[in-house]
């Protein structure tokens, strides 16, 4: 079936249910198009063997009419998810050989709706970076080319599972998102990825980079794709003492694609310095979108944005210092032997962590060090709380949010930025939204002029992922976005 | 009776506050699922939370938050219905997470206050500063190879106690009399065991002098003490150096000490023995514990009687004296033991004095614990009461005891077996003692003169009767026939 490939998930579902094609056909079309995108380095570890086996469980569990939300679905794992068997290195030399003996909670509940693992995607070191290129195993690229010719950066973290969409190596991916590691990816790679809110989907399992912030989301084809996704992977988790203990709504049948009378606000603080005109005019065609729709657009103030990226600089890398503290080379992962335990310590955690990784823990251990803790980390808790407040005071005005995704289109592997707070600055839109622990979503709304797709991000109500996704729907059909 | 060291400059007061590390009795650790039993296989009870496996995540065990709030109550202490975990940070082999979660700057338990009791009968108020808990780190074993050490994970989060007492404490005695009370309270609630020698409580020693009605002296810590003899000896050892140091013109560091019991002195802990900074901050992982207040309540209203409350009882409803309270309620069993002696002897002050005094004596002779006792409770009660009601005398019943022990029949059963029962009948007696007179004109003669003989005439008169004679009334008898 050559155009298996051509589906998005809710197609394949029912293309499944037709019998049209089974979920080893699928499969297989997807296995042999990870082989014939391997270049672009989205997957760290292919499971083909795996996938085929749980596509065949998949048909027989169909034909004996027990059908799971994901049934029959191949799908690629971000390599931060600890899945059973299967080696899961969070991007890091130091996990290079680490195969957990239990399975996530999120890939669980996947797996348990059905969902075919191809493999394990590549991903920043611990989900630290916004290029994928501080990935252990290589940098990743985008599918998508412009007139130049050069390899683009799939963004990051989750820069393997927005690739693999975009290049239809899976049909769906997972992603986490700390700062924007879902959804400027997924703008970067023209596909659509949501972070529901803080506390939705469990973290169990998950390696962490900052407890406080990562968030579990997926990546696909479109909104609808989410939707089904999203709906199968979140809900409480007893494991996970952050989760929420809170009834996830029929994500699916939220997308009505009326938002008359919606209020949709347009924060004035997004509207940054040096921010390209493409951007700018991709923002107001959102709006007249919306407008058009019947949805009322709302001029909103949000005067904090500014403090976001460096507030989220400091509780970032403090919670990283602490996290990352237990891969020391004495129970699992890489150990470089020394002359005593420090220089154990020393040499493993040297050897086994990349430049990215190693500032933001020394970052993290400085602003939590005795005499600068109030200074750096006890105030950007309370600014991270004066920047929730004001995201729920705008909420009593306002339904949702739109804005750009990024403050431009994906740079070049070659010529990504080499000062880290210029690579910071990608995440400025993304960022006081994480902060917030609001959903948010980004969706493909146009090209750059250089032919590269640009982002629209809608944010959310606390726990509002339906109205997100709903609002989103209705961008997704005014913008006919044409995928790869 | 203050207790003071003598130097050279005078007396100097000793200041001592202790920090007690109490392991918390709970079927499972502070934030996992594992075992907590003692003694087991190496490694045997480590779940992937314990050995920090990626991505694994804390959850409280309610249990435990019960047991510290009971001990909080049994301190006289605030219940904090917000209390924090934090994270203490330092790398250690035995330290999976490379922190300790723990509870800086929001403690379960507030301020405090218990009584001492002192050898000479008086009390004193000690006051708490605070209760918090924590996670126990593993144990490294560095003695049985040369060249390598071994880690048992077994004790790693296993939830801890730690008491801050305030510097209230002036001698050693009083140490060891709080240590000894906190123990009773810890066991009369069922929260620890208490047992030093196995390592569920451990003691660190704050220790300064000064010269009385001075400010504070700088303190010393000394650490990890496991028994009570030795905090008292470490406090005695430590308060002379620094009296030493001081009138010597030197001056006392604020330093954390290790106690040598082998040398019998403390001695500065290596600088790479402890960290300097543990950059605590508020774990992420876990939400702020809200106790509701209905929680808080059921835990009140299921508390035992304290000892303090118990010995008060003992002294207003059976008349005992302080001293005989205070030994008595020490221990729940025994208190308990006691009571149902009393009851069966219809008698407590005799009781007291015969569980005290006899029976302790006995089991400590046999080197037996209460429990292997062989007279039961109601058995040394039905002793009693044959003392209470004239049946037998004292004398007598020191060996009806005697043979309770060897048989572990009943009293009654042997003083019915063995004729032991008193003679009150007094013309009995009567004609014994005045064949005795009859016998001994030259003994009536002296004892006229010498009071004191009078014991001769009544050890002659329970000879005669085998001791069975009522003393009360062989006495009243000999005195009125001998015109004394």
């Known amino acids: 079936m050559s155009n298996a490939l051509d589906l998005t998930l809710a197609d394949a579902l029912s293309a499944l249910e037709k019998k049209e094609l089974s979920s080893v056909e699928l499969t297989e079309a997807y296995i042999a198009q990870m082989d014939a995108t391997r270049d672009l380095n989205a997957y760290i570890t292919e499971t083909p063997d795996i996938a085929l086996d749980m596509a065949k469980a998949s048909d027989a569990r169909r034909a004996a009419g027990d059908v799971g939300l994901m049934e029959g679905v191949p799908v690629g794992i971000k390599d931060l998810f600890c899945t059973e068997g299967t080696r899961t290195t969070a991007g890091s030399h130091i996990l290079e050989n680490f195969v957990p003996t239990y399975e996530s909670t999120v890939t669980t509940k996947l797996f348990s709706q059905g969902a075919v693992m191809l493999g394990k995607t590549n991903l920043d070191e611990f989900a630290m970076g916004s290029s994928n290129q501080t990935s252990y195993y290589g940098d990743c690229a985008s599918p998508w080319k412009a007139a130049d010719g050069k390899a683009r950066t799939p963004g990051g973290s989750s820069g393997g599972s927005a690739s693999a969409v975009a290049a239809k190596s899976a049909l769906a991916t997972t992603g986490t998102d700390t700062g924007g590691s879902i959804r400027q990816p997924a703008a970067f790679c023209g596909i659509t990825g949501i972070k529901p809110t803080y506390g939705r989907c469990s973290r169990w399992g998950v390696v962490a980079f900052a407890s406080s912030l990562d968030q579990p989301g997926c990546f696909g084809r479109t909104v609808e794709d989410n939707a089904i996704m999203l709906q199968a992977m979140a809900g409480y988790d007893p494991k996970d003492s952050t989760s929420i203990d809170r009834a996830v709504p029929d994500y699916r049948a939220q997308i009505t694609g009326d938002i008359k009378g919606k209020k949709i606000g347009i924060p004035k603080e997004y509207r940054v310095d040096g921010m390209p005109q493409e951007?700018?005019?991709?923002?107001?065609?959102?709006?007249?979108?919306?407008?058009?729709?019947?949805?009322?657009?709302?001029?909103?103030?949000?005067?904090?944005?500014?403090?976001?990226?460096?507030?989220?600089?400091?509780?970032?890398?403090?919670?990283?210092?602490s996290n990352l503290a237990r891969y020391d080379g004495v129970r699992y992962g890489l150990r470089v032997e020394g002359a005593d335990l420090d220089d154990m310590y020393a040499k493993t955690r040297g050897q086994g962590f990349g430049e990215e990784v190693k500032r933001r823990i020394m970052i993290g251990t400085y602003v939590l060090s005795a005499g600068y803790y109030d200074a750096y980390y006890n105030k950007a808790r309370r600014v991270r709380k004066m920047i929730l407040n004001e995201f729920l005071d705008v909420y009593n005005q306002v339904d949702a949010i739109l804005t750009p995704t990024t403050p431009s289109a994906a740079f070049t592997l070659d010529d990504a930025p080499t000062d880290p707070v210029t690579m910071y600055l990608n995440d400025v839109f993304t960022v006081p939204a994480s902060l917030a622990g609001l959903p948010g979503l980004s969706l493909p709304a146009g090209l750059s002029s250089e032919g590269l797709p640009l982002g629209l991000q809608v944010l959310g109500k606390p726990f509002e992922e339906g109205e997100v996704l709903n609002v989103a729907s209705v961008l997704e059909a005014a913008a006919g976005f044409q995928r790869l | 009776m203050t207790y003071t060291i003598k130097g050279n400059t005078g007396e100097w007061e000793v200041v001592i506050g202790l920090e007690v590390h109490a392991q918390v009795i709970s079927n499972s650790k502070l934030f996992s699922g594992s075992a907590?039993?003692?003694?087991?296989e190496p490694n045997s009870q480590v779940s992937f939370v314990d050995s920090a496996q990626p991505g694994m995540l804390p959850v409280v065990n309610k249990e435990c938050l019960r047991q510290a709030?009971?001990?909080?109550?049994?301190l006289n202490a605030e219940i904090n219905r917000y209390s924090v975990f934090d994270r203490k940070n330092y790398f250690y082999a035995d330290l999976p997470q490379g922190y300790q979660i723990s509870q800086l700057y929001h403690p379960i338990v507030g301020e405090g206050q218990i009584e001492i009791d002192l050898e000479d009968g008086s009390t004193?108020?000690?006051?708490?500063?605070?209760?918090?808990?924590?996670?126990?780190?593993?144990?490294?074993?560095?003695d049985l190879d040369p060249k390598r050490s071994f880690i048992d994970l077994n004790r790693c989060g296993v939830a801890l106690m730690e008491i801050v007492s305030r510097p209230d404490l002036r001698s050693p005695e009083e140490a060891g009399a709080y240590l000894r009370k906190l123990r009773t309270i810890f066991r009369y609630l069922g929260t620890c065991d208490g047992n030093m020698e196995?390592?569920?409580?451990?003691?660190?020693?704050?220790?300064?002098?000064r010269k009385p009605g001075d400010e504070f002296g700088?303190?010393?810590?000394?650490?990890?003490?496991?028994?009570?003899?030795?905090?008292?000896?470490?406090?005695?050892?430590?308060?002379?150096?620094?009296?030493?140091?001081?009138?010597?013109?030197?001056?006392v560091q604020q330093e954390t000490r290790l106690w040598d019991a082998g040398k019998g002195h403390t001695r500065p802990m290596r600088s790479k023995e402890f960290a300097h900074d543990y950059r605590y901050f508020p774990c992420p992982d876990l939400l702020p514990v809200n106790l509701p207040e209905s929680f808080v309540d059921a835990i009140k209203s299921d508390m035992p009687e304290l000892p303090d409350d118990k010995k008060k009882r003992f002294i207003n409803d059976y008349g005992l004296p302080a001293y005989d309270a205070g030994v008595l309620v020490a221990e729940r069993e025994t208190a308990a033991f006691y009571?149902?002696?009393?009851?069966?002897?219809?008698?407590?002050?005799?009781?007291?004095?015969?569980?005290?005094?006899?029976?302790?004596?006995?089991?400590?002779?046999?080197?037996?614990a209460l429990a292997d006792s062989p007279i039961s409770a109601r058995q040394l009660g039905g002793l009693i009461k044959l003392i209470a009601d004239d049946t037998i005398s004292g004398r007598i019943a020191k060996d009806v005891f005697e043979i309770m022990w060897e048989t572990g029949k009943d009293a009654e059963t042997i003083v019915e077996e063995k004729g032991l029962k008193q003679i009150t009948d007094t013309d009995e007696i009567e004609g014994i003692i005045d064949q005795i007179i009859a016998d001994n004109p030259a003994q009536v003669e002296k004892v006229k003169v010498n009071e004191k003989l009078l014991g001769w005439f009544v050890g002659q008169t329970m000879k005669a009767t085998g001791g069975k004679a009522n003393p009360g009334v062989v006495n009243k008898l000999l005195k009125d026939k001998l015109g004394l």
């Not at chain 1, 009322?296 to 460096?310: F, G, H, N, Q, Y």
């Not at chain 2, 907590?36 to 087991?40: K, P, R, V």
């Not at chain 2, 004193?124 to 560095?142: F, M, P, V």
């Open chain 2, 124 to 142: 004193r108020t000690i006051g708490i500063e605070r209760l918090h808990l924590e996670q126990d780190a593993g144990k490294s074993i560095h």
């Open chain 1, 279 to 321: 951007i700018e005019k991709l923002w107001q065609q959102g709006m007249d979108w919306l407008r058009d729709a019947g949805a009322e657009i709302v001029d909103i103030s949000l005067p904090l944005t500014d403090k976001a990226l460096p507030t989220y600089y400091i509780i970032a890398p403090a919670e990283a210092s």
């Open chain 2, 339 to 368: 009571e149902q002696v009393a009851e069966a002897a219809g008698n407590a002050k005799l009781a007291a004095n015969w569980t005290m005094g006899d029976f302790f004596g006995a089991l400590n002779k046999a080197d037996i």
């Open chain 2, 36 to 40: 907590t039993d003692f003694g087991a």
């Open chain 2, 69 to 74: 709030i009971r001990t909080g109550l049994g």
């Open chain 2, 198 to 209: 196995e390592g569920s409580m451990r003691a660190d020693v704050n220790v300064s002098v």
């Open chain 2, 218 to 251: 700088t303190r010393t810590e000394t650490k990890n003490v496991n028994s009570i003899r030795f905090v008292m000896q470490a406090i005695e050892s430590e308060a002379l150096r620094q009296v030493k140091l001081v009138e010597s013109g030197g001056e």
